[in-house]
């Protein structure tokens, strides 16, 4: 079973950087697409980064320039840099992944990341 094991949300003023890490285990990571979702107090949850294993990487049009996705094969990693913090990126992020051969998620527990001076 896919575990998905999320850290480094917390508060930060505007302007500022954080940086997420998601641990995965419990499959062949390399075949999942892994990605970062976002969840404000009433709304939905939106995608905000992901990157497959071979290493095609989408952004969401409103963390373009600001946020990186990374991942690491071998650490079997993925980590989410966040800049120029604005507090409308204040919301809980979830890790995911996805499988490339089913369509199925799987998904962390979430880390509160705040942005308020």
């Known amino acids: 079973q896919v575990q998905l094991v999320e850290s480094g949300g917390g508060l930060v003023q505007p302007g500022g950087s954080l940086r997420l890490s998601c641990a995965f285990s419990?499959?062949?990571?390399?075949?999942?697409?892994m990605g970062w979702y976002r969840q404000a107090p009433g709304k939905q949850r939106e995608l905000v980064a992901r990157?497959?294993?071979?290493?095609?990487?989408n952004y969401a049009d409103f963390v373009k320039g600001r946020f990186t996705i990374s991942r690491d094969n071998a650490k079997n990693t993925v980590s989410l840099q966040m800049n120029s913090l604005k507090p409308e990126d204040t919301a809980v992020y979830y890790c995911?992944?996805?499988?490339?051969?089913?369509?199925?998620?799987?998904w962390g527990q979430g880390t509160q990341v705040t942005v308020s001076s």
């Open positions: 995911n992944a996805r499988p490339i051969t089913r369509a199925v998620d799987y």
């Open positions: 419990g499959g062949f990571f390399s075949l999942y697409t």
């Open positions: 990157r497959t294993g071979g290493g095609s990487i």
